[in-house]
T-cell receptor, first 116, second 113 residues
Framework: ETGVTQTPRHLVMGMTNKKSLKCEQHLGHNAMYWYKQSAKKPLELMFVYSLEERVENNSVPSRFSPECPNSSHLFLHLHTLQPEDSALYLC???????????????FGPGTRLTVT | QQQVKQSPQSLIVQKGGISIINCAYENTAFDYFPWYQQFPGKGPALLIAIRPDVSEKKEGRFTISFNKSAKQFSLHIMDSQPGDSATYFC????????????FGKGTHLIIQP
């Protein structure tokens, strides 16, 4: 595997379900991000992690719960979602947050989530 | 409040022509301006990026022009090819990665053969 991978690629869940999205980066990076891509809206930053520490929570509802067990893996735990949460959820990584290399973010292919 | 405004929303260009996409930003703390290319079913891929200390950066057929005083930057695709048909996003970031990237809404580019 190379780059940033995400599983599953597609997910359909009911509003009462609990599911998790997984992201893995194979780039040796120290920072990871969750973004939400909805139709007709710009990509929105959800969470930022640096060395497994959360550094940004962009006013995201508590029904989205991130977890970063190590610098290579990032999870997004989902529970009691709403239909308007249907979107493409993208994971990204960068070298770190402070250096010039920090600015280059590499994205995974995303998980297409549909909430019914 | 949308901090990065992108236009046009969609663009059709003939093969061999020049595709031009424009973005304007509001936050003067931004110091990094990348462009991403996204194909259907794929995540955004970094295409080219510029810092505000230069006015232009060129990589192959792709050029970013940057106007700091106007707070505008644009992507030019020279000799546009059908394989360039994709959605293009401008973005901006400042002060390191903690705030993530602020994206424009995207431009759906179609290159007609």
């Amino acid at each position: 595997e190379t780059g940033v991978t995400q599983t599953p690629r597609h997910l359909v869940m009911g509003m009462t379900n609990k599911k998790s999205l997984k992201c893995e980066q194979h780039l040796g990076h120290n920072a990871m991000y969750w973004y939400k891509q909805s139709a007709k809206k710009p990509l929105e930053l959800m969470f930022v992690y640096s060395l497994e520490e959360r550094v940004e929570n962009n006013s995201v509802p508590s029904r989205f719960s991130p977890e970063c067990p190590n610098s290579s893996h990032l999870f997004l735990h989902l529970h009691t979602l709403q239909p308007e949460d249907s979107a493409l959820y993208l994971c990204a990584s960068s070298q770190d947050l402070a250096s010039a290399e920090a600015y280059e973010q590499y994205f995974g292919p995303g998980t297409r989530l549909t909430v019914t | 409040q949308q901090q990065v405004k992108q236009s046009p929303q969609s663009l059709i260009v003939q093969k061999g022509g020049i595709s031009i996409i424009n973005c304007a930003y509001e936050n003067t703390a931004f110091d990094y301006f990348p462009w991403y290319q996204q194909f259907p079913g794929k995540g955004p891929a970094l295409l080219i990026a510029i810092r505000p200390d230069v006015s232009e950066k060129k990589e192959g057929r792709f050029t970013i022009s940057f106007n700091k005083s106007a707070k505008q930057f644009s992507l030019h695709i020279m000799d546009s090819q059908p394989g360039d048909s994709a959605t293009y996003f401008c973005a901006a970031m400042g002060g390191g990665g903690a705030d993530g990237l602020t994206f424009g809404k995207g431009t759906h580019l179609i290159i007609q053969p």
